[in-house]
């Protein structure tokens, strides 16, 4: 009986962090959709709207200007696995870790980024360590950018064993050059279950 609860509670868990991936990939699809609209209407306020932002723009630079291209950027972020699997087949629901991570743009939409991060000080220094392309779609004048990636990695504690990975978050700007992010993935080891990892922090761009 305890083993049955034990699988249902996982796979209700491993459920939960599918919806959540959705629910952010749809973020990004939301943004892209936003990105691509061109208004029709209000031609003659669109025109001056722009004449005026334009001249704005020449001596203080625009939220366009946040998400550029050739941008290197640097992260530091608190991480959360969930239903990460030991060597034994044992899981945990949940643990804390800390990481830091750094991303080159080569234009506004496209670029990649590697990360590592580490859960405890009594096993290995890095726990996992990965790289990934990343597609990024900020919203149109806005300090708001989705972005989606997708890459592969090494994990160092728990069990030895490569992964890919999957997943989408959300980024914000609150000035050109630092802001906030948060993003979920789905990463699908070589030799245990598949797991989720969240991550939330500071981005800086120079």
Known sequence: MEMLVTNKNERISM?????????????????????????????????????????????????????????????????????????????????????????????????????????????????SMSASAIGRFPINDTPFAPYAFAGLGHQFDLVQQTFGQIGAGLEYRMTEHMGFFGDIRVVIPDKTDSYGLFRAGFRWRF
């Open 15 to 127: 459920k939960t962090l599918q919806f959540y991936l959705a629910v952010a990939i749809g973020s990004v699809l939301v943004g892209t959709s936003a990105r691509g609209q061109d208004p029709s209407n209000n031609t003659a306020t669109s025109n001056s709207t722009s004449t005026t932002s334009t001249m704005s723009n020449s001596s203080s630079g625009s939220l366009y200007d946040i998400y550029a291209a050739n941008e290197f950027s640097a992260d530091a972020f608190s991480s959360l696995s969930v239903d990460k699997q030991s060597a034994n087949g044992s899981r945990r629901g949940g643990r804390l870790g800390l990481g830091i991570g750094g991303n080159y743009f080569f234009n506004r939409y496209f670029g990649v980024g590697a990360d590592a991060y580490s859960e405890n000080v009594s096993g290995p220094f890095i726990d």
